[in-house]
């Protein structure tokens, strides 16, 4: 199981790009990085996945380094809206659902 | 587009007493099925996962299970509740076994 690590809190003003990194150092070769978004009394929401490089959607862009050890979740111009709990998670499910993992995430408060 | 419904959105249950969270997927077939529990200021606790009908596979020893009587149809059980029982619900599903998984909005469930 690739443990994460991931800031408890970020702060960031309306319009703002905001950068959320997450260190996997133990990575395994057949993993793959995914983010989810969580609003209270919601159940997360499924944002973006990625093996290597940069993936990018309609909602944010992933960044992963060639060795892999962390990833960085962008988001372009955020709203208030953006308001909500990030979750970055680590692994193969071909190796078992113990990777199914939600830490406790970062929560990001977007300031007007 | 796939919809997945959990019911009942809030629960107040006594000590002791039983339990019964439904889940259904629709507009798709053959989903795999998850159920999870988030307890307040924590991270997503996957509780039970499903490939098939009849075939459930359980994370975390507990009082709690999981039963699929149909394709599209998830059920978590409890024959007596304790008070650590208490949390947020949330069933998902996935096309496939994998981290791309799409939420329900949750079960808050308090035991008193």
């Known amino acids: 199981l690739a443990k994460t690590t991931q800031p408890i809190s970020m702060d960031s003003y309306e319009g703002q790009e905001v950068n959320i990194t997450c260190s996997h150092n133990?990575?395994?070769?057949?993993?793959?990085i995914t983010w989810y978004q969580q609003f209270p009394s919601q159940g997360p929401r499924f944002i973006i996945q990625g093996y290597k490089t940069k993936v990018t959607n309609e909602v944010a862009s992933l960044f992963i380094p060639a060795d892999r050890k962390s990833s960085t979740l962008s988001l372009p111009r955020v709203s208030l809206s953006d308001t909500a709990v990030y979750y970055c998670?680590?692994?193969?499910?071909?190796?078992?659902?113990?990777?199914?993992?939600f830490g406790t995430g970062t929560r990001l408060t977007v300031i007007p | 587009s796939q919809t997945i419904h959990q019911w009942p959105a809030t629960l107040v249950q006594p000590v002791g007493s039983p339990l019964s969270l439904e889940c259904t997927v629709e507009g798709t077939s053959n989903p795999n099925l998850y159920w999870y529990r988030q307890a307040a200021g924590r991270g997503l606790q996957l509780l039970f996962y499903?490939?098939?009908?009849?075939?459930i596979s359980s994370e975390v020893p507990q009082n709690l299970s999981a039963s699929r009587p149909q394709d599209r149809q998830f059920i978590l059980s409890s024959k007596k509740l304790l008070l650590s029982d208490s949390g947020f619900y949330l069933c998902?599903?996935?096309?496939?076994?994998?981290?791309?998984?799409?939420f329900g909005p949750g079960t808050r469930l308090t035991v008193t």
């Open positions: 133990n990575i395994a070769t057949n993993d793959y």
């Open positions: 998670l680590v692994g193969d499910l071909g190796t078992g659902a113990n990777n199914l993992f």
């Open positions: 998902a599903w996935s096309a496939d076994f994998s981290y791309e998984q799409y």
């Open positions: 499903s490939i098939g009908i009849d075939q």
